[in-house]
T-cell receptor, first 115, second 117 residues
C-alpha cells in the first residue's frame, strides 16, 4: 500500500540558508500535518492543511512557511536557518478526523542538519 | 499544561516478559483519541494501537493492548511476550475532538524501552 513519502530523507544546510521539505500524502488523504522533533524530544506540531487551506497552526516559527498544493502534496519552506532548526521533520496525512477515521499515517521523516 | 504525561523515561524488560508503559492524559473534550507510536533508532514513527474515548472495550493489536481507564485518564500500553525488536522509544499521543478538521496530535515525552535477552 502507498505510504506517505517525504523528500529528501536527509538534508544538510548551513546557517542562514533556506530549505524546502516535501511531503506526498497517501492518495485520497486531504489532510496533511507537519511535526518537528528535536534531538531527544517529543514531536511538536507545526502546521496542518485540509483541502489546501491551513487548518491549524502550532509552534511554527515565522521563518517557516508551508502550503498544500492542488495535488495535495505539501511543502515546508524554512528560511534563515538556525542551528536549533536541526531536527527530524515528520509529515503525516489522514482523512478528516472523525467519521470512523482515526489514524494519521506518518512519513519516514526528513532529518535536517544545520551546520 | 502538558496534555500527555509519560513518567517513565526508560524501562527495561527481559525477553518474553510483559511490560507496561504508563501514559496519563489531560483534556476537557469528551471526544478524543489516544494513540501509541513506536520509534526505533532509525527514526520512523510506527503506529501501534488506537483507543477512542467512547470505546467500551480496551483496544488490542496482536501483542499490544491498551489499558484504558477513563476515570483516571490513563492509557497504558501493555506489550506481552517482549521481543528484542521491541527495543525503541514509545510515544503516547492524543487527538481531541473528532469531527473537526483539526486533529493535531499531542505527544508525551516518550519512554525508551530496552529488551534484554
Amino acid at each position: 500500500a502507498a505510504g506517505v513519502i517525504q523528500s529528501p530523507r536527509h538534508l544538510i544546510k548551513e546557517k542562514r540558508e533556506t530549505a524546502t521539505l516535501k511531503c506526498y500524502p497517501i492518495p485520497r488523504h486531504d489532510t496533511v500535518y507537519w511535526y518537528q522533533q528535536g534531538p531527544g524530544q517529543d514531536p511538536q506540531f507545526l502546521i496542518s492543511f485540509y483541502e489546501k487551506m491551513q487548518s491549524d497552526k502550532g509552534s511554527i516559527p515565522d521563518r517557516f512557511s508551508a502550503q498544500q498544493f492542488s495535488d495535495y502534496h505539501s511543502e515546508l519552506n524554512m528560511s534563515s536557518l538556525e542551528l536549533g532548526d536541526s531536527a527530524l521533520y515528520f509529515c503525516a496525512s489522514s482523512l478528516p478526523w472523525g467519521d470512523g477515521n482515526t489514524e494519521a499515517f506518518f512519513g519516514q521523516g526528513t532529518r535536517l542538519t544545520v551546520v | 499544561a502538558q496534555k500527555i504525561t509519560q513518567t517513565q523515561p526508560g524501562m527495561f524488560v527481559q525477553e518474553k516478559e510483559a511490560v507496561t508503559l504508563d501514559c496519563t492524559y489531560d483534556t476537557s473534550d469528551p471526544s478524543y483519541g489516544l494513540f501509541w507510536y513506536k520509534q526505533p533508532s532509525s527514526g520512523e514513527m510506527i503506529f501501534l494501537i488506537y483507543q477512542g474515548s467512547y470505546d467500551q472495550q480496551n483496544a488490542t493489536e496482536g501483542r499490544y493492548s491498551l489499558n484504558f481507564q477513563k476515570a483516571r485518564k490513563s492509557a497504558n500500553l501493555v506489550i506481552s511476550a517482549s521481543q528484542l525488536g521491541d527495543s525503541a522509544m514509545y510515544f503516547c499521543a492524543m487527538r481531541e475532538g473528532p469531527g473537526s478538521t483539526l486533529g493535531r496530535l499531542y505527544f508525551g515525552r516518550g519512554t525508551q524501552l530496552t529488551v534484554w535477552p
